[in-house]
């Protein structure tokens, strides 16, 4: 795809993304221990809210595996740009 066929706020976009990685992780850890306050109450059972912050955890551990796979996928595709690669000198000088 050529820089004319982008669309015009890919960039913007892929910057967002990369920055919501922190709130992602926040995010899930808050979910996590809500859902389990919430079944702590509704069964009267302690071990439940750990429950809770061990999925919360997870969830914040998978979401950044996710960000880590991309990143080395884009890693990857620059690798194989020519224009990054290690080139060897030519040196004319080897009497």
């Known amino acids: 795809?050529?820089?004319e066929e982008k669309p015009k706020?890919?960039?913007i976009v892929e910057g967002i993304d990369?920055?919501?990685l922190g709130i992602s992780i926040v995010v899930a850890i808050l979910l996590g221990?809500?859902?389990?306050l919430w079944l702590k109450n509704l069964f009267d059972a302690p071990?439940?809210?750990w429950l809770g912050?061990?999925?919360?955890?997870?969830g914040a551990v998978f979401n950044i595996y996710k960000a880590y796979k991309r990143e080395l996928l884009e890693f990857e595709k620059i690798a194989q740009n020519p224009r990054y690669q290690i080139q060897q000198t030519k040196d004319e000088d080897e009497d």
């Open 33 to 36: 221990v809500g859902i389990g």
């Open 18 to 20: 990369a920055l919501s």
């Open 9 to 11: 706020y890919r960039d």
């Open 47 to 49: 071990w439940l809210l």
């Open 53 to 58: 912050v061990f999925w919360g955890v997870g």
């Open 1 to 3: 795809m050529s820089e």
